[in-house]
């Protein structure tokens, strides 16, 4: 029953999520039911079921006190693992927003002090009503431990919110790096091509990554002498679902994109990039029939458009094909299977598969690691540094 509930909602998101195939029909999701790990036998990995089907699992971290992996799922809930038992840490699900599939928890980290304050940050789309115009922003808030260990609903503390036009391309992601420091994913504000060109204009956090610090229950831009949004680290993305900082403090930002190619982009976490959104896709030029090419059709890999000046093309690229259609960031493998290692992780939401890209002589090639055997909406490290993939049967599955 579960599973046909999550493919009922697939079908009826359908509609505003913009896809469209070759043809021009719209594009459906495959009904998301499980399949069989099948991984590369150079890799001599496989797959092993950690916990059964919840909600849907998107995003681990470790907690710094009692070293418990806490599970962030869509629905709002967060749970504690020890690594026998599952606890309930946080019920959200009364103030955020499911109304569809891009939509709900989509981000939680604990703040720098946490072992001393107890806090810990939250991205999500608010509550709202699921008929008409959207209603629901992203949201940026803080909320609290309380003294049995759970987080407090009535301790949150709402920091930013950013206007969504759209229910789909959230985005919603937080990474910490340090000193107060985060990044945070915002999407394009949604529908298909770019509608409001959102990704080309500084002037609206929306289509970017931001910068922020936080202290003392506030948060604050940290970029200067910089024109529109002060908060806008890197710009021109579509839906940048997930991202992640290299052993040489360079940033890998898997990008979501629409029609035709999906991107992994690379640029050093400081140096603010334009990658190009939506007059770009890949290393193609997107136009505004929703494709790389005028006659409503993808481009040719090798076929690739010019680079316009002040913007920064992907370092790797995947089409549509083979069932793909949507890129899961993703880790920097400095841990992990030794066969992982030194390398960027990353995956497809619609087939299953993962990759990881190294370097070799100055060139950046992707390596085929095999099928996990679900659809792929995260990955996580466990306290013993396993690799972990969130499906979105709900299956949280080990890599070992």
Known sequence: MRVSLVALILVLSTASSGCMSESNEVYEWPEPVPGDCNLDESYSLGCELLLEAFDIPHQSLINPITGELWVVYLGGYIKSWDGKNLELVADLSMIVNRCHMEQGLLGVVFEDDFEMTGEVLLSYVNEGSCSGPTESNLVLASINLDSEGHLDPSTILILKEIDQPYRNHNGGYLLPIGDHQYLWGVGDGGGSDDPHQNGQDN???????????????????????????????????????????????????????????????????????????????????????????????????????????????????????????????????????????DGYLYGDFCSGSLWVMREESGTWSEEYVGSTGGMIVGFGETPGGELLVFHWTGEVVAIR
Do not use: K
């Open 203 to 341: 002037s609206t956090p929306l289509g970017s990554i931001l910068l922020f610090a936080y202290e003392q229950g506030g948060i604050s831009p940290i970029m200067e002498n910089q024109t529109g949004d002060q908060y806008i680290l890197h710009s021109g993305l579509r839906n940048p679902w997930r991202f992640d900082i290299d052993s040489y403090g360079r940033l890998w930002i898997a990008d979501v994109g629409q029609n035709c190619y999906e991107e992994v982009n690379l640029i050093p976490l400081m140096e603010s990039a334009n990658f190009g959104w939506s007059e770009r896709e890949g290393e193609h030029r997107f136009y505004p029939n929703g494709f790389t090419n005028e006659d409503g059709t993808c481009n040719p890999d090798e076929d690739r458009s010019p680079l316009p000046a002040g913007m920064t093309d992907p370092v790797g690229f995947y089409s549509h094909e083979n069932g793909n259609c949507s890129i899961t960031g993703g880790f920097w493998m400095d841990w992990g299977p030794e066969n992982l290692r």
